[in-house]
């Protein structure tokens, strides 16, 4: 992109753009489904079915998704992915009346988008050195929440004024516009410098492109094993004896260590809360609080902003506290999981007690904003423990996060549409605790798990 920038820096932004594009895709068409599915007069249940289908399609992609960034490059499987729910978006718009075709299309755009977070994770691993890896992280997922903020605030109105199938038309466009990008600016990453990134530890001077970066030294075990095993690993590539590409992954390691598994309770429950408030809480503010969307401004967009906000100043902490050997690795990653996921949770179980407009932007905003502030502890982890085979732990932990999806927002669905057989309206504030507090519980659950078992040490090779 010219002015001698680094090209792990190109590789973040662009990173960053598609998970901002990607979201953009994903509030929008609850905003243009559910005024279309009410007007219709599709029960919530059903609302709850058709928005959770995305769901299915992202869950069977998720370790595929690693699997294929692992063999044949990050670059030409985030391509690929882009050009596929961008098509579909394109072709089909959202018609509630037609609900096989409604269900294909977005299986499709959930199997699609399902290959793009595990192939960022295997570029980033490739590409972004230890001391930048939680800025990196950070950075790159914040931008579902930049999305997510920028399609409350303007999708709406357009819905509102062009109709639903403008909104796909829009995504689309948006779609193709990032695919252009990458395919024009990105690039896997040469031998050497995947070696070095993807494996190296903490104390050595690493060189990228026309950039040297000196890494800090930090005398620990998970960093000074790192070094030796990558500097084995090296030196038989350039031997020739071993190729710096994997010839296997470790299937039953890692399905049975326990730090992965702290990792996939986090992602699960992370994601829960995440859809379940992406995709209902437009029916709570219309339905919950009397309110309208187009009414409430930029008020709406909050929530996804402050998520934007905390993730970064998450990943900036993490990585001060890392460099300056204020806290170990394993430490840093607890004490942002824990702290981001137990004020969220009580953030939680406020808001239903809050009848007003700015009560209910708060605390989605805290509850959403501390859960991503999180992600500095268990989303980065993948990196840690995993350099070598991130896209494939992503894979596996995205799956727990997608099946978080389905069960949260169809579940929503059945205990609203249940307090309305019950003879509860939608505007009573007890309809909406059981499905604040379900996330909340899972929070306080989840951060005890990755405190007893997560760990910052590199455990697979």
């Known amino acids: 992109m010219g002015w001698n920038t680094p090209k792990r820096y190109v590789i ?7 998970t901002w594009v990607c979201y953009i ?11 279309a599915a009410d007007a219709a007069g599709v029960s919530q249940t059903s609302k709850g079915l058709i928005l959770s289908t995305f769901f299915y399609g992202y869950a069977i992609s998720q370790v595929p998704g690693g699997w294929a960034a692992q063999r044949l ?5 985030l391509l690929l992915s882009f050009l596929l729910w961008s098509l579909t978006c394109a072709l089909v718009p959202p018609d509630p009346r037609k609900v096989r075709t409604l269900v294909i299309a977005r299986l499709l755009v959930g199997v699609a988008q399902g290959f793009i977070f595990p192939s960022i994770h295997t570029v980033l691993a490739q590409w972004v050195p230890p001391h930048e890896r939680s800025r990196s992280v950070s950075l790159t997922m914040s931008g579902m929440y930049f999305g997510a903020a920028a399609g409350m605030l303007f999708l709406p109105s357009l819905v509102q004024f062009k109709g639903p199938q403008a909104v796909f038309l829009a995504e689309a466009t948006l779609g193709g516009m990032w695919a252009l990008l990458w395919f024009k600016y990105a690039s896997d990453p040469p031998r050497s410098d995947r070696t070095k990134a ?17 890494l800090p ?3 620990e075990k998970e960093h000074v094993n790192s070094r030796l095993k990558d500097d084995i690993h090296r030196k038989k590539v350039e031997a020739g004896i071993e190729t ?6 470790p299937w039953k390691s890692i399905m049975l260590s326990w730090s992965v598994w702290a990792i996939v309770v986090n992602n699960f429950t992370f994601h829960y809360a995440l859809y379940v408030l992406m995709n209902w809480l437009p029916t709570y503010f219309e339905k919950g609080l009397q309110l309208s969307l187009q009414k409430m401004g930029s008020s709406k967009m909050l929530p996804y902003l402050n998520m934007f906000l905390f993730s970064n100043i ?9 460099t300056r050997r204020l806290l170990s690795v394993t430490k840093t990653r607890k004490v942002l999981n824990t702290g981001g996921f137990v004020v969220a949770a009580f953030a939680l179980m406020i808001m239903p007690s809050l009848r007003t407009s700015w009560g ?18 268990f989303a980065v982890n993948h990196l840690d423990i995993a350099p070598r085979y991130a896209g494939i732990v992503m894979g596996i932990s995205n799956t727990a996060g997608t099946v978080a999806g389905v069960v949260g927002v169809g579940l929503t669905g059945q205990i609203l549409e249940s307090a309305k057989a019950a003879g509860m309206d939608l505007s009573n504030p007890n309809t909406w605790t059981q499905v604040f507090y379900v996330p909340a519980f899972l929070c306080i659950f989840s951060a005890v798990i990755f405190l007893l078992f997560s760990t910052g040490e590199r455990i697979f090779d």
């Open 12 to 18: 973040v932004g662009l990173t960053f753009l598609g």
């Open 25 to 35: 895709e994903r509030v929008g068409f609850s905003i243009a489904y559910t005024p």
């Open 73 to 77: 490059g990050g670059k030409l499987v």
């Open 198 to 214: 993807s494996a190296a530890g903490f104390g050595k001077s690493t060189t990228y492109g026309n950039n040297k970066s000196l």
């Open 217 to 219: 030294v930090i005398i």
């Open 244 to 249: 710096s590409q994997i010839t296997s992954i």
């Open 314 to 322: 998450g990943g900036v902490i993490a990585d001060h506290l890392i």
């Open 360 to 377: 209910a932007v708060i605390c989605s905003s805290v509850s959403l904003g501390f859960l991503a502030l999180g992600r500095a502890g």
